[in-house]
């Protein structure tokens, strides 16, 4: 196990320097100027506006940017923001744990909502609730998050409020407020981002436990006499979790790297629509930092799922000796 661990982080390195070696290379031959859209064409002197450019590293050429941003960052230092001036550890460090509630929240209602439909699904195959969860799973996968998300603002906090002369609605924009507690802002955009995954997840779960009810080894243990209860859980849907685990693990570190368009519609101050914004304005700094996040957590949250192959599954060892 322990050698499987240290090829899979050996394996991170390559991963690492291609993404981020990419990334400068496309900020060398995007349009826009960030100081310029900072300040405006006559905002400055020549002399500042050089100055700033020079102060940035944005003179350099993208592959000694690169190396010096490289050195700084073994040091811990992700840059400063070139619209705000603030570090940019600083940014994520703000934002970060709004995306970490968003994508927890989430993640939760994908476990328990779509793999209990998944396998209600396939224990009840072709009944009303089969064709139930069928259809909807497939409505959901048909529908766009952003139009998700904005139906559901229209219809709990604008049209719930008016029917109900301001009684009973939700808030459908950022993540704090003084009308409501901090986790009822949750809600929308949590239900917003966990819909397609959940209907995915739904599915997988269905597909799978359907597929390992029929194998050998689950009709020679009804044989022997095992309850059914205990068929169902310690031969049966633990062995078709694994990859409805892979897809969760897979989908957590999707999440756990911003959902830029729920937390858009949403207004939710997350790293996802930090990025999106830093984009937008040139902020290179905080586009480079966010990214190396988002790198980090996909292939930590990647090995981990490879590793709790083993615990779901004996069958599965991670050895390194000759024949394992």
């Known amino acids: 196990m322990l050698q499987y661990i240290s090829r899979r982080l050996l394996q991170f390195v390559p991963v690492f320097f291609g993404v981020t070696l990419l990334l400068f290379f496309i900020t060398t031959v995007l349009p826009g100027d960030p100081v310029r859209l900072r300040t405006g064409e006559r905002a400055m002197s020549p002399a500042v506006y050089a100055e700033l450019r020079e102060a940035y590293g944005l003179n350099d050429p993208w592959y000694i940017q690169y190396v010096n941003y490289i050195g700084k960052l073994t040091k811990g230092d992700l840059g400063t923001s070139i619209y705000t001036g603030r570090p940019v550890t600083e940014i994520l460090n703000d934002t970060y744990p709004y995306t970490m509630k968003l994508a927890f929240a989430a993640i939760i209602i994908e476990i328990i909502v779509g793999v209990a439909a998944g ?5 009840k195959q072709y009944s009303w609730a089969d064709m139930l969860v069928t259809l909807s799973t497939s409505i959901m996968v048909a529908l766009p998050v952003f139009w998700l998300g904005l139906l559901l603002q229209y219809f709990f906090g604008i049209w719930l409020k008016d029917w109900t002369n301001g009684a009973i609605y939700l808030p459908v924009s950022g993540a704090s407020s003084s009308q409501f507690p901090d986790w009822v802002h949750l809600i ?29 080894y689950v009709r020679t243990a009804h044989a022997k006499g095992l309850s059914a209860r ?95």
Not at 119 to 123: E, R
Not at 193 to 214: F, P, W
Not at 266 to 290: C, H
Not at 294 to 312: E, H, K, Q, R
């Open 230 to 324: 205990k068929v169902l859980w310690d031969h049966s849907i633990k062995n078709a979790m694994i990859p409805v685990v892979t897809f969760i693990g897979l989908d957590l570190g999707a999440m756990l790297s911003g959902a830029i368009l729920t937390e858009t519609v949403f207004n939710w101050p997350g790293v996802g629509f930090t990025i999106f914004r830093a984009i937008s304005g040139r902020d290179y700094p905080v586009v480079f930092g966010g990214v190396i996040l988002v790198l980090v957590v996909v292939l930590v949250i990647n090995l981990l799922v490879d590793i709790s192959y083993a615990f779901l599954d004996p069958r599965i060892r991670y050895g390194g000796g000759a024949g394992e």
């Open 188 to 216: 929308l955009p949590a239900i917003t981002l966990a819909s397609v995954s959940t209907a995915y997840a739904a599915r997988i779960m269905r597909s799978q436990l359907l597929e390992v009810i029929g194998q050998d």
């Open 119 to 123: 396998i209600i699904s396939a224990l």
